[in-house]
Structure formats: C-alpha cells, structure tokens
C-alpha cells in the first residue's frame, strides 16, 4: 500500500490559518488564500488534502468552503477535520465534496453517538485519536468534555470491535513544532490492524520512513510544509517508489 501524505491547510473565516494556545491565527502563506494552497500542494503531487474548519474547531459553526477546494484540487481525495462531534455534521461536508471526515475525539465521549457515526459513514469517517500522556485529550471546543481522560488503547479497541475503518493519531504536544513525529505512539495504535495515520510534529522525509515502518499508513504534514521547510515534491516521489 503506498504511503499517504496529507498536506494540512487550517482554514478560519475564509483564510489560512494554525491553530494556537491562544486560538487561531492567520499566516501569509499564498496569500492566506486556502484555494491556492490547495492547488500548489496537488502541482507537487498531492493526492490528498487534510483540511481543518478552524470555524468549527473553535466557534461550533461551519466555515470551510469545501465546494471552493474541491474546485482547485478536483482530483483529489478532501479529508476534513475540525472537532466534527456527530453525523450530521460529517454528512454535510461529505454532501459539500469531501470524501471522508474525521471524527473528533470530543466525540468518543459518547458510545452510542459515535455508532452511529460509524454506521452511517462507514469508511468514509476516519476517527480522531487526539493524545497526550497516553490519554484521550480532545482540542479546541472540545477540550475539557467527558472524553478527556479515556485510555487510549482501550478506546482503540472498542473502536476496532465497534467496526472503525481508520484512525488518525494526533500527538498534541506536537502539534505546530517541528521536534519529530511520537513514533511510538503510532507504533501502539497501528497494532490494532487499521489504517492508521499520523499528526504532529513531523518535518522532514527521515520522520515519513520512521512512520512508514512502523506501521502507519500515512501522515499529516502541517507547518513544516506550509513554511517550506519540507520538500513535498520529493516526498511525494518517495512515497510512490515505497
């Protein structure tokens, strides 16, 4: 199975973004402009994009103009994420162009709505494993709720038996740095037998390899690669060749 890289573009209010301890804050990549990135990522070679509604994220409501994205990046595959806590959510972005969504961690707090989501999105929901400590730490609206604190590996595997199709795994004090991918932390949840792709703190080729042997089936690659620290042009090479 080739390894899937996922540029990550932040959309707030319209614009790009990174999501902050303080919130959202706009950057002056492409000119701030998410269609544009989007279109510059799929020219390298993307064939996958990993977008965030910061909107929702951090004010509840849908921002992200996902019929805009799918306009510039046609061909391919649209991932949103931004706390997604039900269904309804999910179908909307599904019925706007995306093809798949991931299923915030806030969400794992409740049993019976997470079933749910998994009976009606099948494979088209990845679901959200946001960790710290070894523990299920929710972000942005989601933060302090019921499923703060969840074990992870045990949520793993009632998520596994519950019939999940794919995990992302987000180290949280990762997020936004360029200090490596937790590897081990991946390690753990691709055990489980699903397609599992990381988040955080990954910026450099050296970082993909390490993931790719560990198990992981792809990554999210975020700040490093909107700044220009990262080739994806040559990622995107090795990861057809792997």
Do not use: C
Request: aromatic share 4%; glycine share 14%; charged share 20%.
């Amino acid at each position: 199975m080739t390894f899937l890289i996922l540029p990550a573009l932040d959309v707030w209010h319209g614009r790009l973004a990174v999501a902050t301890a303080e919130g959202p804050s706009p950057v002056d990549a492409f000119g701030g402009d998410p269609v544009e990135a989007a279109r510059a990522a799929v020219a390298a070679g993307a064939r996958a994009l990993h977008l965030v509604d910061l909107d929702l994220a951090y004010g509840g409501v849908l921002g992200l103009d996902v019929a805009a994205i799918r306009a510039g990046a046609s061909d391919a595959t649209l991932q949103v994420s931004g706390a997604i806590g039900d269904a309804a959510i999910g179908r909307a972005y599904l019925d706007a162009g995306a093809d798949r969504y991931v299923l915030g961690s806030s969400a794992l707090a409740d049993d019976r709505r997470t079933l749910l989501v998994l009976q009606d999105a099948g494979p088209a929901v990845v679901v959200g494993l946001e960790v710290e400590d070894g523990r299920i730490r929710a972000r942005g609206a989601g933060r302090g709720n019921e499923a703060d604190g969840l074990d992870l590996m045990s949520t793993v595997g009632w998520l596994h038996a519950a019939g999940a199709s794919a995990f992302l795994v987000t180290s949280i004090d990762r997020v936004g740095g360029l200090g490596g991918p937790d590897v081990d932390l991946v390690r753990r949840v691709a055990r489980a037998g699903r397609p599992t792709y990381a988040a955080g703190g990954i910026r450099s080729l050296e970082d993909l390899r390490h993931l790719r042997d560990v198990g992981a089936a792809g990554a999210v690659v975020g700040t490093a690669a909107l700044e220009g620290r990262f080739d994806l042009a040559r990622a995107f090479a090795w990861a057809a060749e792997a």
